[in-house]
């Protein structure tokens, strides 16, 4: 028999999946824990033989609605199915946009950075959650609740980023690679849409075709209440939530700007 990365994965995955994990009647004692080879064909729709094969090594090439097929009757999560897709040369077909909601468990640590401005972005530039320092440095933008849109519509924006063009041609970049993801977003259909429509500023920076992500990196702000500020911004993959993002800002510790923050800060938290 002879062995493959896929029938490795394929025979490790059908021993871990009880039958009642996938609705099946157990059928009293087994030889081998898990599913039978014919139990996955089923649940499967491909027939044993072909099943057998793939297992064996000798069927290297499923299409890609086999491979859709097979972690279904596996139950495997997104990583396993993504792995599996991987081993077979093959990229998974994207899941449909589920509606986005911040995860309670990451607005109890935004809640829990009291002195650090913090803001959980959508697929599409929409802000879903922010901690109370975060809100009280965008109390300028963001109105409409979307970066895009305040960034380029809202006329306090020009002021409130001390480098307006750079942060026009930052978020429209980032905003080309999310709309670029396989599959599209809806969300994000709908945004370059209205823009495009609303903003000649826009047009010409979506016309440029320049696509990249938040960088790490200082950013320049003039608070109305508190003057100028100039952070640091981090950005972090939201992993249990694909194409969401966490944008955590600090000041240089001793700094005018972390006095500034501070005091902000201090704002924020007075009646």
């Known amino acids: 028999m002879a062995a493959s990365p896929l029938g490795d994965y394929l025979r490790g995955r059908r021993a871990a999946v009880r039958p009642a994990d996938v609705d099946l009647p157990g059928h009293g004692p087994r030889r081998v824990p898990g599913l039978r080879r014919e139990e996955v064909a089923v649940l499967a729709g491909v027939s044993a033989d072909y099943y057998v094969r793939l297992e064996q090594g000798r069927e290297r090439s499923p299409s890609a609605q086999v491979l859709d097929a097979l972690a279904d009757a596996l139950a495997l999560d997104d990583d396993g199915r993504r792995h599996l897709f991987r081993l077979a040369g093959l990229a998974p077909r994207p899941a449909a946009p589920a509606p986005e909601r911040a995860d309670p468990a990451l607005l109890q640590l935004l809640d829990s950075w009291p002195a650090t401005p913090a803001l959980l972005l959508g697929r599409a530039y929409d802000v879903l959650a922010a901690n109370r320092l975060g809100s009280a440095l965008f109390s300028g933008p963001p109105h409409s609740g979307n970066l895009v849109v305040d960034v380029f519509l809202d006329p306090a924006a020009r002021t409130f980023y001390a480098d307006w063009p750079a942060a026009a ?51 320049g702000f003039v608070h109305p209440q508190v003057g100028p500020l100039t952070l640091h911004a981090q950005t972090f993959d939201v992993r249990s939530a694909p194409g969401q993002q966490l944008v955590v800002y600090h000041a240089e510790p001793g700094s005018v700007s972390a006095q500034s923050l501070a005091l902000l800060g201090s704002l924020a938290v007075t009646p």
């Open 169 to 219: 041609a930052s978020t429209v970049a980032g905003l080309r690679l999310l709309e670029g993801v396989p599959g599209g977003d809806p969300r994000a259909r709908e945004l370059v849409r209205r823009l495009l429509r609303e903003s000649a500023e826009f047009a010409e920076l979506w016309a440029r075709n320049e696509a990249r992500g938040k960088s790490a990196g200082a950013k």
